[in-house]
């Protein structure tokens, strides 16, 4: 599972012509088999329907640690590997060289040469974090069908359900999960909500629900999600979430953490500590749906603040991480070291998680943890920035629903250091 590469940026096999303005035939549908009016009428898909789970921690959920492939892994992987014989990715993603970089984190390193070949098209601003869908831009609703793997929605029985051959229906605009035909790893797949509503890309409180439901139903460690606001290097305006498979844990899941708030819900939150980006941590509700408001009202409030930010789905939906970011930010202001842009890597949601996609072969034979380390501290908030950005955090969960009695501020001036801070000065957060 290590041994993955990336090369293009492209996500889908229609991205490219689309740029090119190349001219659809008409006959049969626009001839890309796709999934918009011309197509899709007699199309099916197979439909997962999982079962709701309410309880975090409580005996509705499974076990992530030990249990055997679930239905949805196998579903998944199958389906995947058969658009891979089908030929249906740019590269094959296993000649590429990856390698666990030796250190306390195990950051991991992997080189993807051709991809700075393939220039990213810009399609949108990158200083605007909220911007609206624009249809004549590439979107998921351009894909072929053969690139979507499943239908993924709540089942109406509240038992898992499987149907390999169900129509479309358009109506009522089925959440799908599709291939990233440019994987950076092993089942790397998108999860497109409600795909035919054509949502730019802004969490909500049920998209993010339904890839946490994604995250518990696939109940695998190795299985995370991730997801990439306008301004945190997502490529595309189309609501989407990320996901793959990758056997280690990640740099970002082993560092130490400091709880700085606990809400009356039950979800905890955390701040990252020895960790070379400053971050939250949400984890442990009573319920899956409190964990993904209280993670949900975070981003839209990042969102409407203009800050860009990665979110980073662990633990089988049990932690998230949320980390505003300004990197695009510093780029534009010429403050980013031309070593550090020299790389060309892109700071998304796994690179900040501690998967280092590289794309020179020098950068990658000199992979070291202080490399790591040196870049993602440059896509960190200053510790100044950080405390006002939880402060907006906090405010409106205040002004949602809560009210929050928090010292959290009382540490402005520290820095991630390499020393772990034990301790836990706790928010009361009052109803
Ligand atoms: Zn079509």
Aim: with cysteine; charged share 20%; hydrophobic share 40%.
């Amino acid at each position: 599972m290590l041994s993955i590469k990336r090369v293009a940026t492209v996500v889908s096999n229609f991205q490219k012509e689309e740029e090119a303005g190349v001219a659809a035939p008409p006959s049969g549908g626009c001839g890309r088999n796709c999934l918009k009016s011309c197509c899709i009428q007699e199309a099916k898909l197979p439909l997962y329907a999982f079962k709701k789970v309410e309880k975090v921690g409580g005996k509705d959920l499974p076990l992530c640690k030990e249990q055997p492939v679930t239905f949805l892994d196998s579903l998944i992987l199958g389906e995947w590997e058969d658009r891979m014989q089908r030929g249906l990715f740019r590269y094959d993603v296993t000649t590429c060289e990856t390698k666990v970089i030796p250190g306390e984190y195990g950051f991991i390193a992997q080189l993807n040469e051709g991809r700075h070949l393939k220039k990213r098209p810009t399609e949108f601003q990158v200083d605007k974090v909220l911007q609206p869908f624009d249809e004549s831009k590439f979107n998921f609703t351009k894909v072929g069908q053969e690139e979507i793997l499943f239908q993924f929605e709540a089942s109406s029985d509240g038992e898992v359900q499987f149907f390999p051959n169900v129509p479309i229906d358009v109506e009522n605009s089925p959440s799908v999960v599709a291939i990233n035909v440019s994987p950076i790893e092993y089942g790397h797949v998108l999860l497109i909500p409600r795909i035919f509503e054509c949502l730019p890309q802004r969490i909500d409180h049920a998209s993010f629900l339904l890839a946490l439901h994604m995250a518990v139903e696939a109940g695998n460690p190795y299985f995370r999600l991730g997801y990439n606001s306008l301004g945190a290097f997502a490529t595309i305006n189309h609501l989407h979430f990320q996901a793959y498979y990758l056997a280690v844990p990640f740099p970002i899941e082993k560092a130490p953490t400091k709880k700085i708030a606990k809400l009356n819900l039950g979800v905890k939150i955390s701040k990252l500590l020895n960790y070379p980006i400053r971050g939250l941590v949400f984890e442990g509700s009573h319920s899956l749906e409190d964990l993904a408001n209280t993670v949900s009202d975070a981003c839209i409030c990042l969102q409407r603040n203009n800050i860009p930010y990665n979110v980073l789905i662990s633990d089988c939906g049990r932690q998230v991480f949320l980390i505003p970011q300004c990197y695009a930010e510093k780029q534009a202001l010429g403050e980013v070291s031309a070593e550090l842009l020299d790389t060309q890597v892109n700071p998304a949601v796994w690179e900040i998680s501690g998967h280092m996609v590289l794309k020179r072969r020098k950068d990658y034979d000199e992979a070291s943890e202080a490399n790591a380390w040196r870049l993602l501290a440059e896509v960190s908030l200053s510790e100044e920035r950080f405390q006002e950005v939880c402060s907006l955090i906090f405010q409106a969960m205040t002004s949602s629903e809560l009210e929050v009695k928090c010292q959290y501020l009382e540490e402005a001036g520290s820095s991630p250091s390499p020393t772990m801070v034990a301790g836990s000065q706790e928010c009361l957060v009052l109803q």
